[in-house]
Every structure is written in structure tokens, then in C-alpha cells.
């Protein structure tokens, strides 16, 4: 079974702005990531996200099943957040690869909108966090929807892409 096979039963697909990602799409693995960071973490969503926003920690984040993402730095200087499945979640041999800070920014603001409109009881904590990670202005990467910026009120649409 593929992580693309697995994705979407698992609680937190339904939030993220490819839900029904295919195998071998470059984002299957910050999709897989975002839904076990956000499902995972109940009412503290931010609890997997201080590894891959400013300031970065020492450590890695990441859980089970199978799967962690940290900041590199590219051969530019510029931060990268790398993040990686392992071979139990995506067989054969796991699958990786590396994202803007942008597009990681991009994808966690769309997927804190996409819980507020399915869940609107997590309004208070869906601010703290935005506020905490400085998302109230994401840049919308092309190809993308665009994300409003946040006024506070809960999302009239759901952003998925």
C-alpha cells in the first residue's frame, strides 16, 4: 500500500489542499506530513510545527507513522524544509524531497483554513497559531489558489488545489 493509497482515511486528509494526492506527485510527502502534524496534535496544533518554522530547533519533528521533517539550508543559503517518509509508510523504499519555506507556509495555512471550515470550534487555537508562525499573509505560489488574508473570522470557502 502507497502513501497515496493510505492518505486519505487518515484524519487530517480531509484538511489539506490535496487530499487525493497520486503517487509520485512531488507534494505526497508534505501532504502526508501536514495530515499526521495537524491530525496528530488535537487541540494543540502547533505542537509538530516549531520544527519547521523560525526559530528552528536543533531537533527534528515527526512521528509515526513513519514520517519527520526539518530545515536544511540549500545550496543558495536559502531554508528548505526537507521532509521524509520512511519505506513502512511508502514502499518500497520511502519517499522524500524538499519544499520552499513558501510552499510549506503555503500548504499549513491552507490546511489550518480547511480545519476552521469543517471544525469552526477551533477558531481560538487556529488564530494562536497563525499569529505564533506569522501566517496571516501566506504568498500563493503559482498554480495555487489563493489563501485570503487572515482577518480572524472563520474561512467562507475551503482551499484545495
Not at 9 to 17: I, L, Q
Not at 135 to 157: C, F, N, Q, R, Y
Amino acid at each position: 500500500m502507497t502513501p497515496s493509497n493510505l492518505l486519505p482515511p487518515f484524519a487530517g486528509a480531509v484538511y489539506v489542499s490535496r487530499p487525493m494526492c497520486a503517487d509520485g506527485h512531488p507534494d505526497l510527502p508534505l501532504m502526508f506530513a501536514i495530515c499526521f502534524a495537524l491530525a496528530a496534535s488535537g487541540n494543540k496544533l502547533d505542537l509538530f510545527l516549531d520544527a519547521i518554522f523560525p526559530p528552528y530547533p536543533s531537533s527534528l519533528g515527526g512521528g509515526d507513522p513513519g514520517w519527520m521533517w526539518y530545515r536544511e539550508l540549500d545550496e543558495l543559503g536559502n531554508d528548505v524544509i526537507v521532509v521524509e517518509l520512511n519505506d513502512v509508510v511508502a514502499p518500497p523504499s520511502g519517499a522524500w524531497n524538499k519544499y520552499s519555506l513558501d510552499k510549506v507556509r503555503y500548504e499549513i495555512r491552507a490546511t489550518l483554513n480547511n480545519i476552521l471550515f469543517h471544525k469552526p470550534i477551533h477558531l481560538k487555537e487556529v488564530n494562536r497559531v497563525i499569529g505564533k508562525f506569522d501566517l496571516m499573509h501566506v504568498k500563493t505560489l503559482a498554480g495555487l489558489m489563493p489563501i485570503p488574508d487572515w482577518d480572524g473570522e472563520l474561512p467562507l470557502s475551503l482551499i484545495l488545489n
